[in-house]
């Protein structure tokens, strides 16, 4: 008997990973096939959904794509999100291996997965237990396979398959773009009906924010994603960061100053601030409700989001990135926005001297008060990175 493994986090399962289960069948023609979500991956951060959730959504992705002739053999296991704790794919080969002793067992694989190789546990157990198939992206040059002693057997599956990620649906998801291409039917359904993947995030900021003001929102997370994954930083932090960076606009203008004394944020200058440009606040008071309203608990996210406005002296590459985005989103129609687009777009570090430029030339040219903060970030910006 032949068994063919099928593991992932599917946080969400895409179109891709099912036509690549589709043409491994259709190779391999297994008796059997088990597609084992994770409960937590080794080589990744945590789900972003439940595990329950994406056992639930691949079993919708399975019947939504696969024709009936070849589901009657394709079981989801829920071997490992049940075990509750991470689980290394020698551990599921094993108990595979125990439950259908002399099984063929084929584990299936992305190239992604497969540039990962060198840090998968145990490879002489897993020559012992499987051989690996492998998928190839459309997009991705052909990966060259582990070869050597001790090390499992690798073979492609025949074709090419879309260049979809399941990080890049999450993305997505943040910035409210279509995704009919990327996820099956049912699963697009569930998810936006449990309004998963920050969904709840985007639909909140669309109630609670002016209209105006979330246009802004969501033009800066997409800005934010687009530099992003032109500069290699990670496009779903960023889109998160650029969705929540206004977030602090909930507040009216009138009650930032007493907000801000309230939670006792460490504003720079606090006090001058109220008094000059209230409004300033709300940078901070947004990083205080991301993380108390909407439940952010990365410190990178909120710290892009507490500086997109003042800027300071010590900024991160995200830090940089969602100020400059918030300068340059497509909903700027003025000229400088263009250039600080442009600049952005081939390096990072010269279009965030260029916002932090034409931010503090705005501001002389029209009489208002500079806060300490923007010339401690021109002075920084000029530095080397």
């Avoid at 492998?134 to 991705?140: L, P, T, Y």
């Avoid at 090390?151 to 074709?159: A, K, N, Q």
């Avoid at 960023?238 to 606009?249: E, N």
């Avoid at 590459?317 to 969602?322: F, G, H, P, S, V």
Wanted: net charge positive; aromatic share 6%.
């Amino acid at each position: 008997m032949r068994i063919l493994v099928y593991g992932g986090s599917f946080d969400p399962p895409h179109r891709a990973h099912m036509l690549m289960l589709d043409a491994a069948i259709r190779t391999l023609r297994p008796d059997r096939v088990r597609v084992v979500p994770a409960y937590r991956s080794p080589l990744k951060p945590g789900a972003n959904a439940s595990g329950e959730r994406r056992l639930r959504l691949t079993e919708l992705a399975v019947r939504d794509c696969l024709p009936a002739a070849r589901r009657r053999i394709v079981k989801v296991d829920p071997f490992e999100v049940r075990r509750g704790r991470t689980t290394y794919t020698w551990e599921t080969l094993r108990h595979l291996n125990r439950k259908h002793p002399g099984a063929e067992l084929v584990f299936l694989i992305g190239s992604d997965a497969l540039a990962d190789f060198g840090s998968w546990k145990r490879p002489g157990e897993l020559a012992r237990l499987c051989r690996f198939a492998v998928g190839r992206r459309a997009a991705a040059p052909a990966p060259a396979l582990p070869k050597g002693p001790g090390l499992p057997r690798f073979t492609f599956i025949p074709g090419r398959f879309p260049d979809l990620s399941s990080t890049d649906a999450r993305r997505r998801c943040l910035t409210g773009e279509d995704l009919s291409h990327a996820l099956p039917r049912r699963v697009l359904k569930h998810v936006r009906r449990h309004s998963l993947y920050g969904l709840d995030l985007y639909d909140r900021l669309a109630r609670e924010l002016g209209p105006e003001r979330f246009e802004h929102t969501v033009s800066v997370a997409r800005q934010a994603a687009v530099l992003a994954i032109r500069h290699g930083l990670d496009a779903e932090r960023a889109a998160l960061a650029g969705l929540l960076h206004d977030c602090g606009r909930c507040i009216p203008i009138g009650k930032m100053a007493d907000y801000a004394r309230r939670r006792r944020l460490r504003v720079p200058y606090r006090e001058e601030t109220a008094r000059q440009k209230p409004l300033l606040l709300h940078a901070h008071i947004g990083s205080d409700l991301a993380r108390r309203r909407f439940g952010v608990s990365d410190p990178e996210v909120l710290s892009a989001i507490r500086n997109h406005a003042l800027g300071s002296a010590r900024m991160s590459a995200l830090d940089r990135l969602i100020y400059t985005a918030d300068a340059c989103s497509a909903d700027r129609d003025f000229p400088q926005a263009r250039l600080i687009r442009r600049a952005a777009l081939a390096d990072l570090a010269e279009g965030y001297r260029e916002a932090v430029r034409r931010k503090i030339e705005h501001i002389l040219e029209t009489g208002r008060w500079l806060h300490p903060s923007g010339a401690l970030a021109w002075n920084a910006a000029l530095s080397p990175s």
